[in-house]
């Protein structure tokens, strides 16, 4: 059913006036009232007449009966007693009969002369009046009603019998008489009743009409003309009440309207604030970034970015504005603007946060303040270097090390002190990511996420757990997971703040059990049953063992250890060409294994050739860095004198040219494994051009 058939279906609905209604229910109530009150005053005056009747009929009895004592003493008493019953038969026409009688029963006065001396023949069906006040005194037929009093000397004898009858008839046209007069003003006060009520409802309901205009006109969308309704009653006051009503209904129009326009401008500036950050992966050579941004409330402040840079470089940006809603909002589309027209001109990732520090500065609200982060990846090299404005700090996840590393910044918030203090605060820091390598950058939203019901903080280390086993998962997956993580342990509750995850990284699974080997000659498989540091252990009892350490360096150390353990089965050049390889081999761990970490340690064990050791003549280094198998490293071109001149991957090359066979793996609770047995006869590269 549409609406226009609803509308004309209520059009059509009968309604009943409340004046008529109540008019008619007190008309009613009014003639109830007044039939029952006449029918109980009616039974009323017909008990109280009848009452009245028997009394005077008795009274007139008893008048009669005493004098008629003396008359009954004369020798002649119907000469007194005649004329005195004929007069009141004649004042009483409603009298059936008087009668006197002597003690014999004879007739001695009576309205009819002929009767006299006869004797009195009693009419039929008289019975006593039982309950009656004149108990013995009166009798009823179906017509008559008799009163009988004894006619008594002085001296107590009795000497006859008084009798006198009344119609029934007569009593009845009483009864009707009163009736028809109690009718008529019944009659009266009934129709003055219906009248009088008709028009005090009429004049109590006035402000029913008064309220139903109201109502209509409220439902027909006009909320301003008042209804003005002067009564005292409960019936004012439900005017004044409605009239409240509308003016509140006109307010909270006022303020829907007000808050239908702030809504489309919050979606609007949520449509402009997620226009500003990617909605996709970004790559860039092998490395790629993607990042998610959920806002608290319909708009927040924070920001991240992701973009390509010249020199197929890739910069990613990410920011937290001190508050939410529309006011961090307007800061971060700020924010985004300077990024973008600053981002190409300064290499430095320090250099950009200075100049957007001193752009801000003197530009925020006070207590507004922003934290940020910048990078820069070159992903030719694997390297990203950054600098953090009190920002949380960057999360480096590597897989094949099983460790998640953080790198926090000493720099200060955008915008909160002055320039030139904050300038010296903002250094680069670079770190290497290699094949399955996740750099985590975030806001305060992930690890401050309060747990519903207690209000306890995800943290960082439910973080860091969630990027340990998100090996080979690639961006989005590890993205999905940490929205998931935060969300059910938030429960239901609306979001504490924004949440924003940016990930950079080179896709890519990376294991650490022993299936990434190279093996190179007929070395065999040497290394790769190992299972345990123990096994280990056996394996390497009686070799001669040296531990190196970064912050030692390694080249004094080995060129020291080997000269007093190697024997003879070396030259002094060829030796001397091993201890240059194995060097140049411990720094790359350290650099790129390690990642410069300090405290970074590498083992390396020497089999004597003339020992009866499987592994006799053999070098084996074992680190538990970042793998760097030997097919990862390029291969370079010693003939290019700029090659040379950098020295980059000489370690490999001259150990491939050093080596009879290598046997490289990456073993679980080990580490990274590489046994390398020196070749007898090595010419120098002055004698033959190296050869990979």
């Not at 300038?423 to 996420?449: K, N, R």
């Not at 000269?563 to 140049?584: N, P, Q, T, V, W």
Request: proline share 4%; glycine share 10%; with cysteine.
């Amino acid at each position: 059913m549409d609406q226009q058939t609803q509308d004309h279906g209520k059009q059509q609905r009968r309604v009943f006036s409340l004046n008529w209604v109540f008019s008619l229910a007190v008309a009613a109530l009014v003639v109830a009232a007044v039939i029952g009150v006449g029918s109980v005053a009616q039974q009323h005056l017909r008990n109280s007449l009848h009452r009245e009747v028997e009394t005077r009929l008795v009274l007139e009895a008893r008048n009669l009966a005493h004098v008629s004592a003396d008359a009954l003493l004369d020798e002649f008493p119907e000469l007194s007693l005649m004329p005195m019953v004929q007069q009141i038969q004649e004042d009483r026409p409603e009298l059936a009969f008087v009668v006197v009688l002597d003690h014999e029963g004879r007739i001695q006065g009576h309205a009819d002369p002929r009767q006299f001396g006869q004797v009195f023949v009693e009419p039929a069906g008289l019975a006593s009046v039982a309950g009656s006040a004149h108990d013995g005194n009166l009798r009823t037929s179906p017509d008559l009603i008799v009163a009988s009093v004894a006619v008594q000397h002085r001296d107590g004898q009795e000497l006859g019998m008084v009798l006198v009858g009344l119609r029934r008839s007569y009593v009845d046209d009483v009864v009707s008489r009163s009736r028809k007069a109690l009718m008529m003003v019944s009659a009266i006060l009934l129709v003055v009743g219906v009248f009088g009520a008709g028009a005090l409802m009429h004049v109590m309901l006035r402000p029913v009409s008064v309220l139903k205009a109201g109502i209509a006109r409220i439902g027909q969308g006009d909320l301003e003309t008042p209804m003005n309704l002067q009564d005292r009653t409960e019936l004012g006051m439900l005017a004044e009440t409605v009239d409240e009503m509308a003016a509140r209904i006109k307010a909270s129009q006022t303020l829907m309207l007000e808050k239908n326009r702030l809504d489309h401008e919050m979606d609007l500036a949520h449509s402009i604030q997620v226009s500003l950050m990617p909605d996709r992966q970004i790559a860039c050579g092998r490395f790629a970034a993607e990042g998610l941004y959920q806002a608290a409330s319909e708009v927040g402040g924070d920001y991240f970015d992701a973009f390509e840079l010249p020199g197929d470089k890739l910069g990613v940006f990410m920011a937290d504005v001190a508050g939410k809603g529309l006011g961090g909002c307007l800061v971060t589309s700020m924010l985004a603007a300077l990024v973008k027209a600053r981002r190409d001109r300064y290499d430095s990732p320090a250099e950009l946060l200075t100049a957007l520090d001193r752009d801000l500065n003197g530009s925020l609200s006070p207590g507004v303040f922003v934290t940020a982060i910048y990078g820069i990846l070159d992903p030719d090299r694997g390297r990203l270097t950054f600098a953090s404005a009190a920002h949380c700090p960057l999360l480096l996840a590597r897989p094949a090390m099983g460790v998640v590393e953080e790198y926090r910044s000493e720099g200060v918030p955008l915008g909160i002190i002055p320039h030139a203090i904050a300038a010296s605060s903002y250094h680069d820091t670079t770190v290497l990511l290699g094949p399955g390598d996740l750099a985590l950058l975030y806001t305060d939203g992930l690890t401050e996420a309060p747990r519903c019901g207690d209000g306890e903080e995800f943290g960082q280390a439910r973080v860091e757990e969630i990027l340990r086993r998100a090996n080979g998962q690639g961006h989005g997956p590890v993205l999905e997971s940490l929205q998931a993580a935060v969300t059910g342990w938030q429960g239901h509750e609306s979001r504490f703040d924004d949440l924003t995850l940016l990930l950079v990284g080179c896709p890519g699974h990376v294991s650490k059990l022993p299936e990434t080997s190279q093996v190179s000659g007929n070395a065999g498989n040497l290394i790769g049953d190992l299972k345990s540091e123990d096994e280990l252990t056996q394996l390497t009892e009686g070799a001669m063992h040296l531990q190196v350490s970064a912050r030692s360096g390694g080249s004094e150390q080995i060129g020291d250890w080997m000269k007093a353990l190697m024997d003879a089965s070396l030259g002094e050049r060829d030796l001397g060409l091993l201890e240059l390889a194995l060097s140049e081999h411990i720094n790359n761990v350290f650099e790129h294994g390690y990642l410069g970490r300090p405290g970074a340690e590498v083992d390396l064990w020497w089999y004597p050739a003339t020992s009866e050791h499987a592994l006799a003549g053999w070098v084996m280094v074992r680190d538990r860095g970042r793998s760097c198998p030997p097919a990862s490293v390029e291969v370079p071109d010693l003939e290019n004198s700029d090659v040379r001149k950098r020295g980059r991957g000489l370690g490999w090359a001259l150990i491939r040219t050093l080596t009879e066979q290598l046997e490289y793996r990456t073993l679980l609770n080990i580490g990274n494994v590489c046994a390398i047995k020196p070749a007898v006869d090595v010419r120098t590269p002055e004698e033959e051009p190296l050869h990979v």
